[in-house]
Every structure is written in C-alpha cells, then in structure tokens.
T-cell receptor, first 114, second 115 residues
Framework: NAGVTQTPKFQVLKTGQSMTLQCAQD?????MYWYRQDPGMGLRLIYY???????DKGEVPNGYNVSRLNKREFSLRLESAAPSQTSVYFC?????????????FGSGTQLSVL | AQSVTQPDIHITVSEGASLELRCNYS??????LFWYVQSPGQGLQLLLK??????LVQGIKGFEAEFKRSQSSFNLRKPSVHWSDAAEYFC?????????????FGKGTHLIIQP
C-alpha cells in the first residue's frame, strides 16, 4: 500500500530555474493538498484541490502553480525558483468522510534554491 | 477563521517521565482536533483525533489527548515517554462538515528525550 508518493525527495535549484514536484495517491481520495514546512512556521497550505478538475489557493500561493492532472495526481510547479522557496514540501490527500476525517501525507521533498 | 497555538517550541523530557504538549485553538464552535507526529525526514502521521463525544481520546503509541471546551484546549499526554518519541508534534484543527481547504496546523513542538 503506497499511500501518497512524492518525487523527488531532494532537489537543488539555482535561482530562476523551474521544476515540478510530483504527487500521486492510490487511495481514491478526492481532495489533495500541497504544504510547505519551514522552521518555526509549521505547515502552511500552498494550494489544494477539492476534487478532480478544481484547484484553489491556500495561505501562501505566490510563486507556485498546480495541476490536478487526474484524480490520482496533483503536481506543484515553481516557474522561477527563488531562495525564499527553500523549504520542505509535503503533499497530502484526505478522506472527506466526516466520521473518518484524516490527512495522509507523503514523505516530503526537500528543496534548496541557491 | 480557525487558528491553532502551540505555546512550546521545544520541550525536553527525561526518558520514562510523563509528557504533556499544549494546544489551544480558536474557533467559534467545536472543531475537529488532531495531533500529528513527524519523525525526522518523514511525513506526518496521525496520532489521534477528536470529533465529538468522550473528551478523552486514545491514540496510537500510548498517547492520549483531552478536549477541554472551557479552555479551548486539546493537550496531548503520555504517561511514560520512550526515546523513540523524540519528534515534532503538530496540533491541527478542521471545520466539521466542511473546510475543503483541509486543516490548520500549529507551528509544532519539538520533543527532545534525554537519557
């Protein structure tokens, strides 16, 4: 049971480069999320997708774009990376059953922008 | 909008001692409440959650948490910690019946276990 799979695990970029973080879940969840984690800041929501074909901004969307390719996959793109985007990124999916509310997380992508 | 406060950034506890991690929330009604744990280099794992009913909830790894409406708190406890409990702990709130934007997380408490 794979759960939520993120790639890559580590990435180093130069300022201005672009890249896409990939996320896939095999649990047939409707909702998917991208968070970033920074020291002392907890997890902050970048974008989310409540269902296939929809995406919405979270708390810190600037500098990012997302694509909900299908129900399984939700990618995060940095078009022109900046040092302020150095962070650990987590993808998550969610059961929306009110009686079983829960987020499932991937293992994270550590991104450094030089 | 809901918010979560974890007042302690770091906590150091001796192995075998009891533990309490504090969490306070702000929301107009009773939210869904969660505790997640993050081991180094890993994603977050759900420890326990409160939706309704019994205010004392049991979770995995011997953890429990108590919802206190009067104090807007959901503190996490463990009677006797083990070295493997060293991790980052996050409290989170969700809106019952809605909130497609998921959960709001606190900033985390880093738990250090000393021998």
């Amino acid at each position: 049971n794979a759960g939520v799979t993120q790639t890559p695990k580590f990435q180093v970029l130069k300022t201005g480069q672009s890249m896409t973080l990939q996320c896939a879940q095999d649990m047939n969840h409707n909702s998917m999320y991208w968070y970033r984690q920074d020291p002392g800041m907890g997890l902050r929501l970048i974008y989310y997708s409540a269902s296939e074909g929809t995406t919405d901004k979270g708390e810190v969307p600037n500098g990012y774009n997302v694509s909900r390719l299908n129900k399984r996959e939700f990618s995060l793109r940095l078009e022109s990376a900046a040092p302020s985007q150095t962070s650990v990124y987590f993808c998550a999916s969610r059961i929306q059953d009110p009686a079983n509310e829960k987020l499932f997380f991937g293992s994270g992508t550590q991104l450094s922008v030089l | 909008a809901q918010s979560v406060t974890q007042p302690d950034i770091h906590i150091t506890v001796s192995e075998g001692a009891s533990l309490e991690l504090r969490c306070n929330y702000s929301y107009g009604a009773t939210p869904y409440l969660f505790w997640y744990v993050q081991s180094p280099g890993q994603g977050l794992q759900l420890l326990l959650k409160y939706f309704s009913g019994d205010t004392l909830v049991q979770g995995i790894k011997g953890f429990e948490a108590e919802f206190k409406r009067s104090q807007s708190s959901f503190n996490l406890r463990k009677p006797s910690v083990h070295w493997s409990d060293a991790a980052e702990y996050f409290c989170a709130v969700g809106i019952p019946g809605g909130g497609a934007d998921g959960l709001t997380f606190g900033k985390g408490t880093h738990l250090i276990i000393q021998p």
